[in-house]
């Protein structure tokens, strides 16, 4: 039987399990102040921080992720498309995802347990596949020579053991620095609140108690007149009788029901607790549609700036420096790296990258610091080679002498 039938939990041998702590979540011991019991599960129910870690999840993996390789002297990099690991992080880690999917897995266990576990596949000392494990399984174990060794237990209770050389383990924001701090811990308490809240509102509406006025009276009503007047009232409501006015006797008068102030107040602690969850995942409110003033076209572009840099990037740095560590070889260190192509997230408005552009490459006099290539490289166009990848020479400047004619008298059109 192979390793990874045995990860899955297919394994012929029973070994004793050792609880985790991140066992108590699944077993809902871990209850916030509000009396309600917060675990992972229950935590992606709130619509909040479902929205939170679904726009980090889907921010990351959407872009390419690939193997680059440096070029000599400094020159920059290019795709190393021929690398064993490039097709395993670019577009298929194993048999049954996508790259796209298996990122969107990845920070799903990450943002929401600080860890994230990949077992290596590794075939003639290259990583052929990454086998995605759930961080709920796994008990962390280190040693006192500071090495970690990894329990697995599978879906049947039986367990195995992995030594670090064979698991790839991303960490979240870390104390003791061997372990992700899990983020649904840590937000308990704004969590259980929003799901209390919640739940508060759902029951009220269950049992019926929410109507929009009371009809009284201060006579006594017999059985009988009681449902002649239910009667009565239910012919008159209703789509064709709206705004026609409405008599009744036995001196009753209609009492409307407004909006009380523990009514008001019970809003706005769900309106905030929105802002206290997207606090502790670090994702602004308007990027899970909640917005405490209207937006216009510039400031939206602003804050899915801000996000990209303030809430992707730390995990796009965190993934890319962890896959140079446990997935390269030492000896790869100097030639190769992880790369997200992030250029597409963080471009701004068309009017001001051309307004940019045009001061890279000189326009005013000024010194050109980018070369035409460089800037079809930046927006995803091929390079063109020749003058194009040469720094332009400002030729309006006081005492510049214009660009000498090609040979064959004809203008080039990259000066």
Known sequence: MGIIDRLLGRKDEQKSVTFDPVWFDFFGSRVSKAGVPVNWERALDVSTVFACIRVIAEGVAQ????????????????????????????????????SFAMRETMIFHLALTGNAFF???????????????????????RNNDYSLAYTVTGINGQSMDFPQSLIWHIRGPSWDTWRGMDAVHRAREAIGLTIATEN????????????SGVYSTDAKIDPEKYKQIQAWIAAQIGGSNRHKPFVIDSGFKWTPQSMTGVDAQHLETRKFQIEEICRSLRVLPPMVGHSGQAMTFAS????????????????????????????????EDAEFFAKFSMNSLLRGAAADRANFYSKALGAGGS?????????????????????????????????????????DGKQDQNT
Request: glycine share 6%.
């Open 367 to 407: 010194p050109a610091w980018m070369t035409q290539d460089e800037v079809r490289a930046e927006e995803d166009l091929n390079a063109e080679g020749g003058e194009a990848s040469k720094l332009p020479k400002p030729t309006n400047v006081a005492g510049a002498k214009p660009p000498t004619p090609p040979p």
């Open 300 to 331: 939206a572009e602003q804050i899915f700036l801000a996000h990209v840099v303030h809430t992707l990037m730390p995990w796009v740095v965190r993934i890319e420096q962890s896959a140079d560590n446990d997935l390269l070889d030492g000896d």
């Open 63 to 98: 872009v390419p992720l690939r193997v680059m390789r440096e070029l000599p002297d400094g020159k920059g990099s290019v795709p190393a498309t021929d690398h064993p690991l490039y097709k395993v992080l670019n577009s298929k880690p194993n048999r049954w995802q996508t």
């Open 119 to 141: 077992y290596k596949n590794i075939v003639r000392n290259q990583v052929k596949e990454l086998i995605p494990i759930d961080p709920g399984c796994v008990t962390i174990t």
């Open 200 to 211: 508060t509102q759902a029951e009220m509406h269950a049992n019926g108690m929410q109507t």
